[in-house]
């Protein structure tokens, strides 16, 4: 069976020569541990700051070690009795590989009747509960209040704008394609969308927030970011989920200085992962699940198909190829 | 009797040229009025935000109206029972003229056997409450961390860093002077002050907060702050208190960008003021004027002579020739 390693570190945006699938025979399985069969494969943006050699909030990824991500598998053999074969779980640590042998205690059973089992990759797994906890425990939006979220048509986005609106808030998504806009727009709730690349930003977002910003829920940063802190209302929020316009930098970039505009309108600025939050995952899973159960909360992926294409989707974060959470099907 | 207007808005950098001095009789007292004659002028950084024209926390001075901000002032002449001839009294918004006629709603009574009356204007005054509210409440000390204080020998920082030994932390102040550096260390108990006009700053905090940044109290932003962003840890708190390094910008800086920092390491980032705790003032003094009366936290000023000097004393800060709370007195 096969498994993708990180063969090189990556110096700026990485590309294909960094991955390297290799052939291996998979180790019996234990007493405690379970023999999985991928089936759905999470790729995601923090995933470029494991790739680093350096301090950051997920210990690097190890060289000529299978890269590990959030993976939905089926068991084939079990020697725990909390699980048996054909049962449907989730873990967020698993190697990309086919087939793997882990322990018990790294997975959990989902079930695969409710929603689509990728969506515990999504808008149930990682992406929402950093929407959830992002939205509701930093940015703390109150009903009439403008939120503006950048990367708002990713997983992340999707999940936070539809979370805000729901709390009866305008409020205000950017993205970088006319299709996003549309779809933000026309399926999402989205009171006005911006395109990044093609509107003149600071100008759009004035006029798309005339009360001003009170909640930014920012999944970029960069230029797009810049322009958006300009119309920070006072007492604003700024939940800080990504920077994904800065992952592939080599040098901590220039840009205008923020800290004039958040001292002069008593701003809060609040680094998070969603790690952080550990504990309410259940309180958070309880809020969401029934939201997208009854339609309320609506999701879309982009589904790449084939255990190869593995490393192609991932790259492909980095220029915009997803709408919603970018997910790999084995097939 | 002489006041002092705003003849004109600064472009960078203000001079004496924006201060007029007018000659202009008293207008007579009113019921609910008082008769004041300034004692002690208090000139601080922020007024350099309400010299410009622009929304910011303050609203802008008005042209060729007296500039307000914090007095010290004898009582003169009451048409108010709550005061009498010989009360010293505190306002934070009087104008600056040698003599004034103000509403008796606008000032209250200080003790000034307690303390010098100057303090009124300092460390019992806008400038403690504004350290103990930002590192109490936003910093959020706790015993053994490390604490670093930019602008550190100022009328704030000396509070800040005070407090923060208070509740059992490392301590690192920056200041510009080897004599502020000397005194921060050898009278006010700062275990380690940085030089940043001298030391290569980055390495100097990384010497001297071995264990990292728990708690960065900002007054000044800028290449300072550039220097110890880097060296916070995760979940480290950033009270954001001052930028003077940019009160005299014409146009935003560039500078490194610093949120990917804050998001990998999960940073709290709070601009305030001081009047957001309006509500909690009584509950600050009541904390600091018991340790200032046991000489537990110990003060200095820089005190100026003459009501002439007030406009010098103001440009002053900008080149930090204040060591603690600079202050004019009349003489």
Known sequence: MKQITLAARPNGMPDASIFRFEEVTLPAVSAGEVQLKGLYYSVDPYMRGRMNDKKSYSPPFELDKPIVGGVVAEVTTSKDERFAPGDVVLGSYLPWAEEMVVAADTI????????????????????????????????????????????????????????????????????????????????????????????????????????GVDVYFDNVGGEVSDAVVQHLNFFARVPLCGQIASYNDTAIQMGPRITPYLLTRSVLMQGFIVRNYVARFAEGLQYLTPLVAAGKLKYTETIVEGFDKIPEALLGLFSGKNTGKMIVKVI
Not at 147 to 170: D, E, F, H, I, P
Not at 176 to 190: H, P, Q, R, V
């Open 108 to 211: 959990r059973k989902v079930d695969a009747k409710l929603v689509p089992p990728s969506y515990y990759l999504g808008v149930l797994g990682m992406p929402g509960l950093t929407a959830y906890f992002g939205l509701m425990d930093i940015g703390k939006p109150k009903a009439g209040e403008t939120v503006v979220v950048s990367g708002a048509a990713g997983a992340v986005g999707l999940v936070a704008g539809q979370l805000a609106k729901l709390q009866g808030c305008r409020v205000v998504g950017i993205a970088g394609s006319a299709d996003k806009i549309t779809m933000l727009k026309e399926e999402y709730g989205f009171d006005e969308a911006v395109n990044y690349k093609t509107d003149d930003l600071s100008a759009a977002i004035e006029k798309a927030c005339p009360d």
